[in-house]
């Protein structure tokens, strides 16, 4: 009899930013290099998972590593002069 593995569940903070050219860039920051891009934001979600799913994939098998567990806590747009 064949055991079906169970699927884990990831919920991890993305930071999302659009340069002016217009193209999205996201980070998963609890991730090691996990980055990618897009000209549009369901084109850029497509491409997350996917990107996700091969860090994981790097993280568990490659590194032997325990996925971090960040807390989101919230964005702000500060102001510094130098």
Do not use: W
């Not at 340069?19 to 991730?31: R, T």
């Amino acid at each position: 009899m064949r055991v079906k593995k169970r699927k884990k569940i990831y919920n991890f903070p993305v930071i999302i930013e659009k340069d002016e050219d217009g193209y999205y860039f996201a980070q998963v920051p609890a991730l090691k290099s996990c980055y990618t891009q897009a000209k549009t934001l369901p084109e850029l979600y497509t491409r997350l998972k996917d990107v996700v799913a091969l860090c994981l994939e790097a993280e568990e098998d490659l590194f032997g590593s325990n996925i971090s567990k960040h807390e989101f806590i919230g964005v702000q747009n500060l102001q510094f002069t130098r």
